[in-house]
C-alpha cells in the first residue's frame, strides 16, 4: 500500500539560519515546502489575497509596479500586533490550501519526506499539524548581529522583529529536535546531516499508511 511522507515541520526565529538547514535538507533529498514563497503567491497582484492587503493596509504598501511592497508590508506589521494579526487572517488561510496541496503532490510522488518551512509555526498555532518538529536555534546577540550586519536593519528594526517572535526558550521546549546555529557553517552543515540519518530512519519506521481506495 502506499505510504504517506513523513511531514515536519521546520522553524527558526529571524536570523536562526533555518533557511540555510532548509536548503540542505533539500540537498539531501527532502522536498521543502517554502511558507515564505506560498506567502508571496499567496498575495499575488490580481489574487484574492492581494485585494484583501490592499484593502486592509491601503496603498502605502503598494509598490510603483503595482504588486505588495513586502519590504513596507513587514515594517509596518512588525511594529503593530494588531496589524500583524489582519496580515495573519489573510495570508494563512491561503497558505494553508497552496501548502496541502503540495504535500498531496509529494503524497502522489512517493516522496519519503516533506519539510515545511514555516517561520511563524508556533505563533499561528501549527505544532500539531506535523510527525515531528525541527527548531533552529541561535543566541539572541549573534541573530541580532546577522540581522544588522546581513540585512542592514536598524537595531530598533532588528528589536522589534525578533520580539514579534516567540522566545526561543519556548520553542525548543516543544521542538522534536534542536539544531543550534552557534558555529561555523561546517559545523551546521555537519548536525543537519547526522539529523537527516535519524529522519529517514523515523520516515522509514513511522510513515503513515494511505488506505486503500
Known amino acids: 500500500m502506499p505510504r504517506l511522507p513523513l511531514h515536519i515541520g521546520l522553524t527558526g526565529n529571524i536570523a536562526s539560519g533555518k533557511s540555510r538547514v532548509a536548503r540542505q535538507l533539500a540537498t539531501l ?9 506560498l506567502a508571496r503567491d499567496a498575495i499575488a497582484l490580481g489574487t484574492p489575497g492581494y485585494d484583501a ?14 504588486a505588495v511592497d513586502r519590504s513596507a508590508l513587514r515594517k509596518m506589521v512588525f511594529q503593530d500586533s494588531e496589524a500583524r494579526s489582519a496580515l495573519n ?3 494563512h488561510p491561503i497558505v494553508g490550501v497552496l501548502r496541502d ?5 509529494a503524497a502522489a510522488r512517493g516522496d519519503r519526506v516533506v519539510i515545511s518551512d514555516i517561520p511563524l509555526l508556533f505563533e499561528v498555532g501549527l505544532e500539531h499539524h506535523f510527525d515531528g518538529i525541527l527548531v533552529v536555534d541561535a543566541p539572541s546577540t549573534v541573530r541580532k548581529e546577522r540581522l544588522l550586519r546581513d540585512r542592514g536593519l536598524s537595531a530598533a ?4 522583529m525578533m520580539a514579534a517572535q516567540w522566545p526561543s526558550a519556548r520553542k525548543r521546549a516543544s521542538a522534536t529536535w534542536v539544531i543550534d546555529n552557534d558555529g561555523t557553517p561546517a ?7 547526522a ?19
Open 29 to 37: 533529498g527532502a522536498t521543502v515546502i517554502d511558507a515564505d514563497v
Open 53 to 66: 492587503v490592499v484593502a486592509t493596509f491601503g496603498r502605502d504598501v503598494v509598490s510603483a509596479n503595482g
Open 89 to 91: 487572517a489573510i495570508v
Open 101 to 105: 496541496a503540495q504535500f498531496n503532490a
Open 157 to 160: 528594526d532588528a528589536e522589534a
Open 187 to 193: 559545523q551546521l552543515e555537519g548536525r543537519v546531516a
Open 195 to 213: 539529523l537527516w540519518h535519524t529522519i529517514l530512519e523515523l520516515a522509514d519506521r513511522q510513515r503513515p499508511t494511505v488506505p486503500a481506495s
